[in-house]
């Protein structure tokens, strides 16, 4: 009983490292690609900014629970912010070659979004279970080019960063 329990613990901790480095990952990439790929002067760029860090924002508070009472919560949050902004985008991107990349990363969230949020729902192993099939999802389809049948997978030609209005910030 004491083996399991101490492997049960390792599992869970292990765990939640890796969550927390998603969430991690996740808020890093709040403004870069935001701020790279589109015009910070646009007013829907700023909406989705603010949107972006309020969402942040609940999901900091709930973050120390979010593998107990605030689980689903946290999901929510986790997936409203990498469903959120690849959707922004996708629908920004209209007729864009830049869509199709967004249709690829879409895709794959909306795909781990499931997991998240069923597992944030259950609890208990069943959501340890899943959440850590959604890492694992993430990591692969981003090492992956994030492929789509039918739509195959980013390439770095594929993206078309113009940086002119870096040259402030550094």
């Given amino acids: 009983m004491g083996v399991q329990l101490v492997r ?6 292990f765990l939640k490292v890796q969550v927390m480095r998603k969430v991690e990952r996740g808020l890093q990439f709040l403004n870069r690609p935001s701020v790279d790929r589109f015009n910070p002067e646009s007013y829907l760029v700023r909406l989705l900014l603010l949107a972006l860090m309020l ?10 629970e979010s593998f107990g009472d605030q689980s689903l919560l946290f999901a929510g949050m986790y997936v409203l912010i990498q469903v959120g ?12 070659k830049l869509q199709r990349n967004f249709t690829r990363i879409l895709s794959w969230f909306l795909l781990t979004a499931v ?6 729902a259950l609890g208990g192993t069943t959501r340890n279970i899943l959440w850590g099939v959604a890492i694992v999802l993430e990591y692969i ?4 080019g994030f492929y789509v049948p039918g739509i195959g997978k980013s390439v770095t030609t594929d993206w078309d960063i113009r ?3 870096l040259a402030g910030k550094r």
């Avoid at 049960?8 to 901790?13: C, E, M, P, S």
């Avoid at 997991?115 to 944030?120: E, H, M, S």
């Avoid at 389809?141 to 992956?144: D, H, L």
């Fill in 8 to 13: 049960d613990h390792a599992i869970q901790l």
């Fill in 55 to 64: 969402t942040s924002l609940v999901l900091s508070a709930v973050i120390s």
């Fill in 85 to 96: 902004r690849n959707l922004a985008a996708f629908v920004a991107l209209h007729g864009h």
């Fill in 115 to 120: 997991l998240w949020l069923v597992g944030g």
């Fill in 141 to 144: 389809s981003a090492a992956a």
């Fill in 163 to 165: 940086g002119g209005h």
